[in-house]
């Protein structure tokens, strides 16, 4: 397998985290024969200071041409004062249309040794393993018209789907279930919302295609009650725009930690992955930064731009296996530091590399 990598780093922490994702995805390749052709551009903060924009052309030129796109983190305080169109976070707006990916995949996952991070109960989130499929391009945040009518003291923006558009992204989170415990819920609010009342139309339509995935709808308010109280229960849910950017933040309390959640987006042109943080400039090349995020992703891009599922699937129990055996970057040992073993980025990442390369070899 040749797999053609576009690593934009960023900045803050985002090159020292993709630094450790990437030599994990090298160990993993070196093992299993596989060819990576690696590629590094700029974007963001950095990408200002020397090209004069977010995305120059050929950090974009050269994402298209890739297999995936591996994003660290943009953003930088001293850019703050730029107008938004102007600032690194631009860059990404501009990357992830141009990719065209309309299906944002966040896993939200309990790690049992980190269940004391959280604020939910262990035994509530104990064993819950959710894979949101968030609708990226369509809903609220497109819709038109939108406007804010300073004259006449009014705002709107619009909620709008196609039947097409609700269809792509539902047989996405339908083959995922497949590949999973194939269980669906869909999100909506089709008690008051008609866009919602088309959503689970075209979803249910999706369903017959898919006999084997079972279906369940729940409402969005209704929903974000039970991801706190019974997060086990669910599998892959499936969301519009809006409703998922909400439920998969919240789900996030699930892992504990910021660092510790990697995101897939897919259906365009190219996969661009990334880890849900930002660039963390206030730990920013201190070696403090936890990787698992960004190793995580890494994890993403075999499953969903290479389809090597078992070494997808170690480099997850690595790091499973690492936080068992006590170690801990400084935000996940917080609320024990004596207890564990704190490394640094780097050596974080050595260790999840060490155990994947056991895993590999021996398996
Ligand atoms: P942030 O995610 O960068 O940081 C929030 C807090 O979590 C900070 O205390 C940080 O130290 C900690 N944290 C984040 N990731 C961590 C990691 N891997 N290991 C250890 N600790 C970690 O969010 P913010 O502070 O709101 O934003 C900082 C900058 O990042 C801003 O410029 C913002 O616009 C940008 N941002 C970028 C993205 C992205 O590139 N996808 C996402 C969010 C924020």
Known sequence: MHLKILVTAGD???PEVTNEAVSVLKE???????????????????AITTDGTPLPVDTLAAALDS???????????????????????AGL??????????ANLRPAFAFKELAVNSPLRPE???????????????????????EWNKATNEAWNTMRYTKAEVVRVARIA??????????????DKANVLEVSQLWRAAVIEVAAEFPDVALEHQYVDAMAMHIMNRPKDFDVVLTENLFGDILSDEAGVITGS??????ATIGGKVNLYEPIHGSAPDIAGKGLANPLGAILT??????????????????????????????????????????????????????????????????
Do not use: W
């Not at 707006?93 to 309309?102: P, T």
């Not at 990226?136 to 497109?142: E, I, P, Q, R, S």
């Not at 910021?258 to 995101?263: A, N, Y």
């Open 28 to 46: 993993v390749a070196n093992i299993g024969g596989h060819t990576l052709e690696l590629d590094a551009k700029r974007i963001g903060g950095i």
């Open 174 to 187: 339908f083959q995922l279930a497949q590949k999973r415990r194939k269980k669906l819920c869909s999100v």
């Open 258 to 263: 910021l660092g510790m959640l990697p995101s």
């Open 67 to 89: 297999d995936a796109v591996l994003l660290g983190a943009v953003g930088g305080n001293e850019f703050n004062s730029l107008p938004p169109d102007k600032r690194p976070e």
């Open 93 to 102: 707006l501009q990357i992830r249309s141009a990719l065209g990916g309309f």
């Open 12 to 14: 803050g922490i985002g």
């Open 298 to 363: 890494g994890a993403l891009i075999l499953r969903h731009s290479a389809g090597l599922e078992a070494e997808a699937a170690a480099i997850e129990t690595s790091v499973r296996k690492v936080l068992e055996q006590g170690f801990r970057t400084p935000d996940l040992a917080r609320t024990n530091p004596q207890g564990f073993t704190v490394l640094s980025t780097t050596e974080m990442g050595a260790k999840v590399r060490e155990t994947v390369k056991t895993m590999l070899v021996n398996a």
């Open 124 to 146: 509530i989130i104990d064993g819950a393993d959710i894979l949101f499929v968030r609708e990226l391009l369509g809903g609220l945040y497109f819709g038109q018209p939108r």
